[in-house]
C-alpha cells in the first residue's frame, strides 16, 4: 500500500510560479513511475507529466512542456512539479499518483494509488 500526500499549492498571479511536492510512504516507491495529473473545474482529469522510477525518463502534457519540470527524490519518497510561467488556465486540483508497473504512461487508468490533491489557482 503506498500513501501520496501533496502539498505546495496555493494563489499565484498569472507569470509566477509554485513548486508542488508529493510524498509517498512505502519502500517501492522507488520502483514506481509518477506522475502528476491535474483536474480544472468542470473537466475531466488530464495528465500534466510523468517520470519514471529512475528518473530518466519522463512526458509532458503539450500544454506545460517548458514551463512545468517534474523530478523526484527516491531517498526521499518524494517527486515534485516545478511549474513556472504559470497561466490562468492551470487553475486546477493536482494529483500526484504511482503507477506501479514502471510505466511512464499519461493514461490515468493504468495508476494505482493517488493522493487527495492540492489547489492551484492563477490570477489574471
Known amino acids: 500500500q503506498v500513501q501520496l500526500v501533496e502539498s505546495g499549492g496555493g494563489l499565484v498571479q498569472a507569470g509566477g510560479s509554485l513548486r508542488l511536492s508529493c510524498a509517498a510512504s512505502?519502500?517501492?516507491?522507488?520502483?514506481?513511475?509518477m506522475g502528476w495529473f491535474r483536474q480544472a473545474p468542470g473537466k475531466e482529469r488530464a495528465s500534466v507529466a510523468v517520470i519514471s522510477s529512475g528518473g530518466g525518463w519522463t512526458y509532458y502534457a503539450d500544454s506545460v512542456k517548458g514551463r512545468f519540470t517534474i523530478s523526484r527524490d527516491n531517498a526521499k519518497n518524494m517527486v515534485y512539479l516545478q511549474m513556472n510561467s504559470l497561466k490562468p488556465e492551470d487553475t486546477a486540483v493536482y494529483y500526484c499518483?504511482?503507477?506501479?508497473?514502471?510505466?511512464?504512461?499519461?493514461?490515468?487508468?493504468?495508476?494505482?494509488?493517488w493522493g487527495q490533491g492540492t489547489q492551484v489557482t492563477v490570477s489574471s
Open positions: 499518483a504511482a503507477e506501479t508497473t514502471d510505466w511512464v504512461t499519461p493514461d490515468e487508468t493504468n495508476y494505482d494509488y
Open positions: 512505502g519502500r517501492t516507491f522507488g520502483s514506481y513511475a
